[in-house]
């Protein structure tokens, strides 16, 4: 049974940094895409970046807020592990942050392509 477990969230004055990790199992995940979503309260779940260990290709949300040059996603070597570095973070950031795992071979931002979902860790961003 696939398993996508994150941590590290919590809460952060703006301007400071957070790293949350995803811990995959149950699967063969080196030719899964993997990506980060987000959900702030009252809104949509919304695309932050995907990472192909495959093709290598990786891609960032663009809001215009800043946040393609702020968070930075990688993949741990064992292809298990996929974090999400978040820099300069804004109380905008603030939301539920979800990791998610697409066994299609091509990268995705939108949320349905996603097979697999972790629960969510909390980021919230105090001003």
């Known amino acids: 049974q696939v398993q996508l477990v994150e941590s590290g969230g919590g809460l952060v004055q703006s301007g400071a940094s957070l790293r949350l990790s995803c811990a995959a199992s149950g699967g063969t995940f080196s030719t899964y895409v993997m990506g980060w979503f987000r959900q702030a309260p009252g809104k949509e779940r919304e695309f932050v970046a995907t990472t192909s260990w495959s093709s290598g290709a990786t891609y960032y949300a663009d809001y215009g807020n800043g946040m393609k040059d702020r968070f930075t996603i990688s993949r741990g070597n064992d292809k298990n592990t996929v974090d999400l570095q978040m820099n300069s973070l804004k109380p905008e950031d603030t939301a539920v942050y979800y990791c998610?795992?697409?066994?299609?071979?091509?990268?995705?931002?939108?949320?349905?392509?996603?097979?697999?979902w972790g629960q969510g860790t909390q980021v919230t961003v105090s001003s």
């Open positions: 998610a795992a697409s066994s299609r071979r091509y990268s995705s931002t939108t949320a349905h392509e996603y097979d697999y």
